[in-house]
């Protein structure tokens, strides 16, 4: 990069979500894209100065997923399916876009499964878009 070339942030509201084998439309909101590892702290004898902090395992959160209801229930059916005792799991991406449209980051999670949906509040005197939103439980968060 030149110097003095501006890089700008990309923007948190164009984004895709795919998820093997489901055609589920637009989502509204995603979060948990999180990692955290854990550490174990070891004292060691004579040392004063600080304490040895050692990696241990590394943790994924849900993802959750936010999108407008509409006719289509593969979300729910989807999550009906493991509780029902039938779990599939599937794989998926989320996908930053740039201002152009252009896919920027890519973040693949691996052997998802639904472990929570939530249907809309219904409220008579209010005009907000009815919101769903699926929790997916999974087995790790990469680059792609």
Known sequence: MPVGERKDPYLSFRFLVEIQGLIVGGFSEVSGLQAETEIEEIREGGVNEYVH?????????????????????????????????????????????????????????????????????????????????????HNGLRKA
Do not use: M
């Open 53 to 137: 902090k050692l990696p241990k395992i590394t943790k994924y959160p849900t993802i959750t997923l936010k999108r407008g209801l509409t006719d289509s229930d593969v979300l729910w059916r989807w999550h009906q399916e493991v509780v029902s005792g039938k779990i599939t799991r599937k794989s998926g991406f989320i996908i930053l876009l740039d201002s152009e449209g252009n896919e920027t980051w890519r973040w693949h999670f691996i052997d998802a499964y639904p472990v929570k949906w939530t249907g809309p509040d219904l409220k008579a005197d209010s005009t907000t878009v009815a919101v769903e939103t699926l929790e997916l439980a």
